[in-house]
């Protein structure tokens, strides 16, 4: 269940407990992934059945901020701040993905169907589409490219 959240704490507890920070662009990265699937999860299909409650929406973003100033809006005092570089910037990190988790627990326990992976929806688009080109294949044989290719 807790794959994604359970890789994300590995990859900065390794990092931690090797005594290595990584590249302050590396971390950037890092922070930069983790926050699009916040808002790939939070903003899709607002008011749909995969919508991520609001109340735990915002504080996603209220953790984020809290966290990682690499995330702020450009321009907003204090953004671009080097936390990357020092072990209390990972763990400032290690916390972030810590309290994402349990927002995310807490998101599954209220009956949000992505349980605790924050692109379940964009998986699910992913599998609607996958049983609609089956569909379309069935429908029209002349879709399927691959039994149409002769080696």
Request: proline share 6%; hydrophobic share 45%; net charge negative.
């Amino acid at each position: 269940m807790s794959s994604y959240f359970d890789t994300k704490a590995n990859e900065i507890r390794a990092l931690i407990v090797a005594g290595r920070t990584p590249a302050h662009d590396d971390v950037r990265l890092w922070v930069r992934t983790l926050t699009l699937d916040m808002a790939t999860c939070c903003e899709f299909d607002r008011a749909g059945p995969l919508a991520f409650p609001a109340d735990l929406r915002d504080a996603c973003y209220r953790a984020i901020l809290s966290h990682a100033p690499d995330s702020w809006p450009a321009g907003t005092p204090g953004w671009g701040v080097d936390y990357g570089r020092d072990e209390d910037g990972m763990r400032l990190l290690a916390n972030l993905v810590e309290r994402l988790h349990d927002l995310f627990h807490a998101a599954a326990a209220a009956g949000w169907p992505g349980r605790d992976n924050p692109l379940s929806a964009v998986h699910a688009m992913d599998a609607r589409m996958e049983e609609r080109c089956a569909a379309l294949i069935a429908e029209e044989p002349a879709l399927n490219l691959a039994a149409a290719v002769t080696l």
